[in-house]
Every structure is written in C-alpha cells, then in structure tokens.
C-alpha cells in the first residue's frame, strides 16, 4: 500500500516509500541471524564452558516453532539456500580429507564405516519395527540415522584444534557414513515411489539420475578445480578464491537440478584431493568465511525443529537415539582394534560419532518436498532424535576428543 497524505486541495503521492508490509530481505536475514546466533554461541561457551553449536542451536530453538516463531516457514524456506552453502563448505573440506591412498594402507578403518553404517541401519530399523512403525517409515528413518553430523564433528575439532587418532578416524568414518546414508536412503525412494503409484520410470531411472548426477557434478567441479588452479599456479588467494567459487556453483547447480548437494560437495572435495596426483590444487582454509556460514546452519537447522514434538514423539525419540548409537559402537568396538586405534580410544570413537544434525534435517526436507504427507510422518520419527542429538552431540564430540588428548589445550 503506497503512503499518501492531503494537504489542502494538493494529493502527494509518496511513491518512494516502501511498500508495507515488508518483504523480508534475505541479506538482512542472513545478518540478524549470524548476530543471534554468535550471541548466543559466545554466552554458552563462556558461561556453560560447552561448544558455541550448542548455543546456536538454542537461539534456534527460541526464534522458531518452538519459541518466539520468528522463523516461520516462509523465512525457513528462504533461508535454506544459506544452510546448502554451509553444508557445502564443511562437505568439500570433509571430502579433502579423505586420503584413498590411506585408506589402502587402512583398510580395516573403511570396514568399520560399513559395518556400522550398518548395524546403525539394522538396530534403528528393527527398534521401529518393533515400536509398531510401517515398513517404509522405518527404513527410510533408519537410513538417516548413518549419517554422522559432518558439521558437529569438523566445527567441534576446529574450535578446540583437535587433532590425532580420533579425531583423524572420526572424520573420515563420518565423511563415509555419510556418503552410505546418502546411498541407502536414494535407493529407498524407489521403494517409496512405488508405494505412491508412481510410474516405472520414476521408480528407476529417480535414484539412478541422483546418484550419477550428483556425483558427475562433483567430478566435474574437481576438474575445473584442478585446471584452474594448474593455470594459476602456486597462488594462495587464487586457489581460494577458485575454490569457494566452485562450492557456490556446485551448490547452486545442485538445487538446479534437483541432484544432492550432499554428494556433489563430498565427490567434489574427495576427487580434487585423490585425482590431483601432480598437487595442483593448494589446500585452503575457508577460515572465517565458512564461520559464518556454519552459524546460521546451526541456528537455521535448531529453528527447523519443534520442540514440542518430543512431548508425543519422545519415547520413540529415545529409542531411536539408543538404538542408533548400539549399533554404531558395536560397529566401531567390533573392528577398531584391527584398524591400529590405540588402547581404550575405540569408547571415545563411538562417543565423537554420536552427533545429527544438518544432514539429517535437509535428507528429511527434500523427502517430504516429494510427497508431504510422507515427509511429515517421517519429521515426526527423526527430527525429535535430531533435536535430542543436536544438543548432545557437540558435547559428546568435545569430550571425546578433550578425552583422547587431542584437543589443543591438552597437549
């Protein structure tokens, strides 16, 4: 509604005033929510001594659904492309440390991922199953819950600088559960279109066109990685600047065209490490830009979840949390030994993969864009135990890692 006002016999028109109501501006956005969230994260950290995640969540928390509802949907929805960048960011340096030279020299460490990517997928299921969820639902959210927070576990290793043992095995068991949650829960769609009546060629050809086609976009972004970098030589900012330019790119091309940014990210930054053979590409520290970024993750993600839910999800919230967390350990106490982890550091291992988050909410997000009423079931079995493990999550990393030794104050 533009603004007028009479003077006399005179009619001004005040055409240059904004129209009202607002539009809410997605720069602004992003803003208000990096301020709130680095409030938040710094009170936490110093009054409660836990990880500055923590207290990004809860400013989450409290400008959602579950408190003041200043995020509504709309601006959830407007702020999610904020959250693939974030992710984007964390994938590719998560994917950079995956060495496959190493893991030929470890490969009892790439056993372990898939034996408790599975056990993972077989407790949560069975436990479903066994509470009276359907068949579907429950393989689906037990395909989620592979997934350890990429995110909880690289931010909660830089900001206390961890590194060692642990935090070397938990980084990359997350980055390949990562890629079989994707995987498994992909496939399922053709499961799940089937259940909806959907036609042969979707059944088929949906997963298929995912999987190549995150992964192809991935490839192709290492290329160019590589090449640009070979043709700028040994240039830091250079290097650094191509890099977050292709992630922006790779990000914005995956929502184009409906493929994963989970993926892409992860084979873009797993390719650019292992098919440089020559080292064109310098490793780069996305450092304070990909802070900002991860902030507003972690605000957007705790404002994405409902706190009430667990008042009628919660018994089935905790169920999923233990059985999620049995299998995983019995995955990592089973083989760990044999992968050369030093006496007593496989407990800790289990504890520093505890953590859901991020990846959890956007696998949730993109099945119930494809059928909502699917989707919202689904919401109500996961984002409970996310909600539970995006709290405890970042404590149990921190004081796994701080356990082991590895954390830079205790060195």
Not at 151 to 162: D, F, S
Not at 260 to 266: I, R, T
Not at 305 to 328: D, H
Request: proline letters at 3%.
């Amino acid at each position: 509604m533009r603004v007028a006002q009479e003077y006399g016999p005179f009619m001004i028109q005040l055409n240059f005033l904004p129209q009202f109501p607002l539009d809410a501006s997605p720069l602004a956005l992003f803003g208000l929510l990096l301020l709130a969230g680095v409030i938040g994260g710094e009170l936490v950290r110093r009054v409660l001594r836990l990880p500055r995640i923590v207290g990004y969540v809860l400013v989450g928390l409290a400008l959602g659904a579950s408190g003041l509802n200043w995020l509504d949907s709309k601006l959830l929805t407007e702020s999610w492309i904020f959250v693939d960048i974030a992710l984007g960011l964390i994938l590719f340096e998560l994917g950079r440390r995956l060495d496959f030279a190493w893991l030929g020299r470890e490969p009892w460490l790439a056993a372990t991922a898939v034996l408790e990517s599975a056990l993972a997928f077989a407790f949560v299921f069975l436990a479903l199953l066994y509470f009276g969820v359907e068949p579907l639902y429950a393989a689906v959210a037990a395909s989620i819950a592979i997934a350890t927070s990429p995110a909880v576990v690289l931010v909660v290793a830089q900001e206390i600088k961890a590194e060692g043992q642990v935090t070397e095995r938990a980084l990359n068991l997350t980055a390949m559960n990562s890629v079989i949650a994707f995987v498994s829960s992909t496939m399922l769609l053709a499961w799940l279109h089937h259940e909806y009546r959907a036609s042969w060629a979707t059944v088929v050809l949906h997963p298929v066109y995912l999987l190549a086609g995150s992964a192809l976009l991935g490839f192709g972004a290492s290329i160019v990685a590589m090449t640009l970098a070979r043709w700028l030589r040994k240039t830091e900012r250079g290097h650094l600047v191509v890099s977050l330019g292709l992630i922006v790119v790779t990000v914005g091309a995956a929502r184009m065209f409906e493929l994963s940014v989970v993926l892409a990210l992860l084979a873009f930054g797993t390719l650019s490490k292992n098919l440089d053979r020559r080292h064109d590409l310098l490793p780069v520290d996305v450092g304070w830009i990909g802070q900002l970024f991860v902030v507003v993750l972690f605000v957007v993600s705790g404002a994405s979840l409902n706190a009430a839910a667990l008042a009628t999800g919660g018994t089935l919230a905790l169920v999923y949390v233990l059985a999620r967390f049995a299998g995983k350990s019995l995955g990592v106490m089973s083989l760990t030994y044999l992968s050369g982890v030093r006496k007593g550091a496989a407990g800790l291992l289990c504890l520093a993969l505890t953590p859901m988050s991020g990846t959890a909410v956007g696998m949730v997000h993109r099945t119930g864009q494809l059928y909502p009423d699917f989707g919202a079931k689904l919401a109500a079995i996961v984002l409970s135990a996310v909600l539970i493990l995006e709290l405890i999550g970042p404590v149990a990393v921190q004081f796994a890692l701080k356990q082991a030794g590895e954390a830079a104050e205790d060195k």
